[in-house]
Structures are given as structure tokens and as C-alpha cells.
Nanobody, 122 residues
């Protein structure tokens, strides 16, 4: 029903910024929480940030705190990940997904997008 599509990835130098978008299509989006995850080559998918859809409460991975900001536009069924002060270790495929309850575990999320590549050069 609900499909999520990421966009906004690209190549950026260390210290630069990118803003990722996740757009939901189909039925009206009503997930409890939406989040961003990333997967670097040779590593498991890891949590980056999430936000409660209705209340706006946010949760960040330690690696993202102070650099990343997650936000959402309920009316547009879209949420974002503003990434500043990017580091080479941020290089990964970033995916968005939705969960029905408060969680930072990938296994609790559904409706995964196809991902958008973020590459940070040194």
C-alpha cells in the first residue's frame, strides 16, 4: 500500500551537507514512527535517526547527534534527513522505512525504500 522513495543522495566532500527526502505514496501515511537507516559496504544496516509521525519526538544514533536532523511534513507525507558536517564514514546507502511503534531496530520497520547513495569523499 504505502511506498517509500528516497532521494537527495549524492557525492559530497567531507564537511559538506546533504538533505535526503523520503516521500510516501499510495494510501495516506499513518505510521507511528519513520526512520532513516544506512548500510555501508561490508556492514549491517544501522539506525541513523527516527521521528514519531504525529508528535515529532526524535531519536538519533550517537554517530548522528549534533550533525543530522530528522524532520517531517505530515501534510506532504514526506520526511527528511538533513546531514551536516559529513564524514567519509557516513558513506552508505541510506534507506527510509516505517514502524508501528517506537523502535530503532531495523527488524521492526517496514515499507523500505530502495535507498539513495551518499558518498562522502575525504
Amino acid at each position: 500500500q504505502v511506498q517509500l522513495v528516497e532521494s537527495g543522495g549524492g557525492l559530497v566532500q567531507a564537511g559538506g551537507s546533504l538533505r535526503l527526502s523520503c516521500a510516501a505514496s499510495g494510501r495516506t501515511f499513518s505510521a507511528y514512527m519513520v526512520g532513516w537507516f544506512r548500510q555501508a559496504p561490508g556492514k549491517e544496516r544501522e539506525f541513523a535517526a527516527s521521528i514519531a509521525w504525529s508528535g515529532g519526538t526524535t531519536l538519533y544514533a550517537d554517530s548522528a547527534k549534533g550533525r543530522f536532523t530528522i524532520s517531517r511534513d505530515n501534510a506532504k507525507n514526506t520526511f527528511y534527513l538533513q546531514m551536516n558536517s559529513l564524514k567519509p564514514e557516513d558513506t552508505a546507502v541510506y534507506s527510509c522505512a516505517a514502524a508501528s511503534f517506537w523502535s530503532r531496530e531495523p527488524r521492526h520497520y517496514r515499507n523500505w525504500g530502495q535507498g539513495t547513495q551518499v558518498t562522502v569523499s575525504s
